[in-house]
C-alpha cells in the first residue's frame, strides 16, 4: 500500500510539471508570436513610410518628387491599408495617420498640379479660353499644410490668366487672327499699351508666341502713319494753294477794277509769274479756243466791256476768245501750281460755273518748247478726247489708249507732236499706257509750234505733283 500511494503522488507531481511546462512554452509561443507580429508592424510601417517618402521631393514635404506617379501613389495606399487593419499602440498610429495624411496632400497636390501643366506648358497658355477654378478651390484646402506648393501654384495660375487677357486683347485688334488682318481701328495707343503688358511678363516662351502678330499691327500702325501723313501734307499743301489762289483772284478782280475805275483797257497784261490760260470746253460746239490774257490784249483793247462785268469775268468777257464760244476753261497759274476756272456765258454775261485747284508745267506758263517744263502760254482749241477705258461719255472724238499708243516727241520724226499706234518707237516718245492714273482721262490741245516747239500738251487727271507742260486736275473734274 506504501508503495502503491507512493506511486500515485509520483503521478501527481508529473503531471503538474508537464502542465506547468506546457502553460510556459504556450505563453513563449505567444510572446513570440507577438514580436513576430510587431516586427512584421513595424516592417510594414516603415514600407508605408518609405513609400510616402517617395512621392516627396525634400524631407520637409513641401514639393512633388519629379517621379512621382499615379502608380506611386497607389502603392503608397495600399502600403498604408496593409497597416491600417492591425493592433497599433498610440504612437504608432500617430505615424499611420501622418503617413496616411501626406500620401493624401501628395494625391491631391499631384492632380494639381497635372491639371495646371496641362493648361500651362513651357511658361505659356495652351489655350486661351482656359480657367482654373477647380484648382484655386483644391488648393485653398492645402494653404495649412502646404503653404510653399500652394503659393507657387497660384503664382502660375496668376501669370496664366496675365497671359490669358493678353491674347484674348490681342486677338480682339484683329479681324482674322490666323490670317493678320488688323482691325483698321486699331490706334498706336492700343498697340503700344498691349506690347507693354506683354512685355512686362517673365515667359520669353509666352511673348515670342506673339511676336508674328505685334509686328504685324506695328506695320499696319506704319503703312496707315505714313498714308496719313502724305494725306494731310496733301492737304496743307492744297489749303496753301487755295489760299495762294484766293489771294492771286483777289488782286487780279482788284486789278481789274482799278483799270476799269481808270478806263484803261479791261485786258491788262498779267504779269509772268501770275498767266491766264483760257480753254474754252470740249462738249460746247463753238469754235473752240484759248484765251490768254497778255496775248489777247491787243485785239481786246477795240472792245468794250459791260459795265457790269468785272473782276476776271470782266478779262474774259473782254478776250477775243470771249466772242466765238460760250464756255472758256481758264487757268491761273502760280509756279507750277494753279486754278483752273471754267466760265460760261449767261446772256450778256461772263459767269465763273467751277474753280477748282490744279497743276501745270513745273516751270510754270510761258514761252515752251521741248523739254521746257512749261506750259505754253495762249489761247487754243481743244482736239480729241482720250483715256485707258472706252469713252465715258464725251462728245470730242474719242480714242482708247493701247499698249501700241505714242505720242511722238522725237523732233527728228516726221509724224511729230501726233499720235501714233506703233509696236515700239524712239525712247524720246511718249508711251500714253505708261501713265495709266494721268491719262485715265485726258484731252489734247491743239498746240502746233513748229519742230520742237514742244509737244503732248494735254489736260489730264492729276498726278503726283507738277506736270511736264500739261494742264491737271481732279479725275472728278475730268468727268
Known amino acids: 500500500m506504501h508503495s ?34 510587431h516586427e512584421e508592424l513595424q516592417r510594414s510601417l516603415h514600407v508605408a513610410e518609405k513609400n510616402m517618402n517617395a512621392l ?5 514635404k513641401e514639393w512633388l518628387s519629379d517621379s512621382i506617379s499615379d502608380k506611386k501613389i497607389k502603392e503608397a495606399e495600399l502600403s498604408i491599408e496593409a497597416v491600417t487593419a492591425s493592433n497599433l499602440s498610440k504612437e504608432e498610429q500617430l505615424t499611420l495617420d501622418t503617413i496616411t495624411e501626406q500620401v493624401q496632400d501628395a494625391k491631391s497636390m499631384f492632380g494639381i498640379q497635372s491639371s495646371i501643366n496641362k493648361k500651362f506648358n513651357n511658361e505659356m497658355i495652351t489655350k486661351d479660353t482656359i480657367e482654373f477654378s477647380d484648382e484655386e478651390k483644391e488648393l485653398s484646402l492645402l494653404k495649412k499644410n502646404k503653404p510653399a506648393f500652394v503659393k507657387k501654384m497660384n503664382e502660375i495660375i496668376e501669370q496664366s490668366k496675365q497671359q490669358i487677357e493678353i491674347k484674348q486683347a490681342l486677338v480682339k485688334l484683329f479681324s482674322d487672327y490666323d490670317q493678320f488682318e488688323v482691325k483698321p481701328e486699331v490706334s498706336r495707343s492700343d498697340y503700344e499699351s498691349l506690347k507693354n503688358k506683354a512685355d512686362s511678363l517673365s515667359s520669353e516662351t509666352f511673348k515670342t508666341s506673339l511676336t508674328e502678330h505685334f509686328d504685324a499691327i506695328q506695320t499696319a500702325l506704319k503703312e496707315r502713319e505714313a498714308k496719313e501723313k502724305e494725306e494731310r501734307i496733301q492737304k496743307e499743301k492744297e489749303e496753301q494753294e487755295q489760299l495762294e489762289q484766293e489771294k492771286q483772284k483777289k488782286e487780279l478782280e482788284s486789278k481789274a477794277a482799278k483799270e476799269e475805275e481808270h478806263q484803261q483797257s479791261a485786258n491788262a497784261d498779267v504779269s ?149 499706234e506703233r509696236s515700239s518707237s524712239s525712247s524720246l516718245d511718249e508711251h500714253m499706257s505708261d501713265y495709266p492714273t494721268q491719262y485715265k482721262y485726258g484731252i489734247t490741245l491743239n498746240y502746233n509750234n513748229g519742230v520742237n516747239g514742244g509737244s503732248a500738251f494735254f489736260v489730264h487727271v492729276n498726278g503726283n505733283g507738277a506736270t511736264a507742260g500739261c494742264i491737271s486736275v481732279s479725275e472728278s473734274t475730268m468727268l
Open 56 to 60: 516627396y521631393l525634400d524631407e520637409k
Open 4 to 37: 502503491k500511494g507512493k506511486k500515485i503522488i509520483i503521478s501527481v507531481v508529473l503531471a503538474l510539471f508537464l502542465f506547468g511546462s506546457g502553460i510556459a512554452l504556450y505563453q513563449h509561443n505567444i510572446k513570440v508570436q507577438a514580436e513576430e507580429a
Open 272 to 420: 509772268a509769274s501770275s498767266s491766264v490760260s483760257d480753254v474754252d470746253n470740249e462738249d460746247s460746239g463753238n469754235s473752240q479756243d484759248a484765251a490768254n490774257s497778255s496775248s489777247d490784249s491787243a485785239a481786246a483793247s477795240s472792245q468794250t466791256v459791260p459795265a457790269q462785268q468785272t473782276g476776271i469775268e470782266g478779262l474774259i468777257a473782254s478776250s477775243q476768245t470771249s466772242q466765238s464760244t460760250d464756255q472758256i476753261l481758264g487757268v491761273v497759274a502760280n509756279g507750277s501750281s494753279s486754278t483752273v476756272y471754267l466760265f460760261e456765258k449767261n446772256g450778256s454775261q461772263w459767269e465763273t460755273v467751277l474753280s477748282i485747284p490744279g497743276r501745270v508745267g513745273y516751270n510754270g506758263v510761258g514761252s515752251s518748247y521741248e523739254g521746257s517744263g512749261r506750259t505754253p502760254k495762249g489761247a487754243y482749241q481743244l482736239g480729241f478726247a482720250f483715256g485707258t477705258g472706252p469713252n465715258p461719255g464725251t462728245n470730242l472724238a474719242y480714242k482708247q489708249i493701247t499698249g501700241n499708243s505714242y505720242w511722238i516727241s522725237n523732233p527728228d520724226d516726221s509724224q511729230y507732236n501726233t499720235w501714233q
